[in-house]
């Protein structure tokens, strides 16, 4: 059996009791990184042993994590932050396990673009989640360009690194329409800002943007 694994987005305390359960009872947990899962296991007193599986080794440890499966072993997957699969290599022993008849099944739990969403008060009916932005202005831009003509709500994450340049984008392309920004959500500093682009940059300029962001348009 393969459970995906929702964990805390940022507070610990987000943690389900099943999830709790699935991860004590399994043989092993798959985590992107061990150290920053450690954190989490410790606080809920689970010592099931662990072995990495991130971006760079995703090949070569889903053909080990699918032989352990075959031979009977439960692997909880679990990601940094969040549902495993979602902007992370666990897919790809997801759908190894589809591919090949493994049993599995999902232990939900919080997820940051959902979040969002809900904060936002923007209609969450019809949404698309886009994951990342290009990084580069010239692709960002055309993106938005093409999203600006969908008839729902556009959700996506954004780093500290490129927010302010990124928000300047969307003020291009979009004019004067209100987004919502959220940051650092479930998180001691977690803040949400509503309004046009243009001004919510303007007022990240005269800070230094830290932490983790979700754009809701």
């Known amino acids: 059996m393969l459970y995906i694994v929702a964990t805390p987005i940022g507070n610990l305390q987000d943690m389900s ?3 709790i359960e699935a991860l ?3 043989d092993l947990i798959a985590c992107e990184d061990t150290r920053h899962t450690r954190i989490l296991l410790d606080a809920y007193g689970i010592s099931t042993p662990t072995t990495s599986f991130f971006q760079h080794n995703r090949i ?4 080990y994590l ?3 499966l075959r031979e009977g072993r439960t692997i909880a997957l679990v990601s ?4 495993p699969g979602i902007l992370d290599p666990g897919y790809n022993i997801i759908n190894l396990a589809v591919e090949n008849g493994i049993a599995l099944t999902v232990i939900p739990g919080p997820s940051a673009f959902v979040n969002a969403l809900v904060l936002s008060g923007k209609p969450s009916h019809r949404f698309i989640f886009e994951g990342f932005l290009p990084k580069r202005e010239t692709a960002r831009r055309n993106r938005l360009a093409a999203l600006k003509q969908l008839d729902c ?5 954004e ?3 490129r927010i302010v340049s990124c928000l300047e984008d969307i003020e291009a392309v979009f004019g004067e329409r209100n987004i919502c920004l959220a940051r650092e959500l479930t998180k001691k500093f977690e803040e949400i800002r509503r309004g046009p682009a243009g001004v919510i940059a303007k007022a990240l300029k005269a800070q230094r943007p830290r932490g983790e962001f979700v754009l809701v348009i």
């Open 153 to 157: 709500t556009i959700v996506c994450y």
């Open 60 to 63: 070569q440890k889903a053909g």
């Open 17 to 19: 009791l099943r999830a």
């Open 159 to 161: 780093s500290c690194h």
């Open 66 to 68: 699918l032989r352990l």
């Open 24 to 26: 004590k009872s399994a």
């Open 80 to 83: 940094d932050a969040g549902m």
